[in-house]
């Protein structure tokens, strides 16, 4: 019954931006932590922020100053603002509450 569906991801030129969306149905994520991961093709998937219940975050080094990630409780859904994108942040971007609820993934793609 839990689902999580992302939006979102598309194809961007380098230095613009996206806001992914992570629309949480069967739960409640106002009382989970949220995630953001990625994971490029040959590589590992790498955590790229998250947000606690008590509204404290964690940002990886490579999206400190572009990325933010933020929850609206009301709409029960998380998002992922992402601005200053480059080829690198490409990637297929997933959402995760708290250890066991993923979302499907959505692409991201920076043209070089």
């Known amino acids: 019954q839990v689902q999580l569906v992302e939006s979102g991801g598309g194809l961007v030129q380098p230095g613009g931006s996206l806001r992914l969306s992570c629309a949480a149905s069967g739960l409640t994520i106002s009382r989970y932590t949220v995630s953001w991961y990625r994971q490029a093709p040959g590589k590992e998937r790498e955590l790229v922020a998250s947000?606690?219940?008590?509204?404290?975050?964690n940002t990886a080094d490579s999206a400190k100053g572009r990325f933010t990630i933020s929850r609206d409780n009301a709409k029960n859904t998380a998002y992922l603002q992402m601005n200053s994108l480059k080829p690198e942040d490409t990637a297929v971007y997933y959402c995760r509450l708290d250890r066991n609820y993923w979302g499907q993934g959505t692409q991201v793609t920076v043209s070089s």
């Open positions: 947000t606690s219940t008590s509204g404290s975050t």
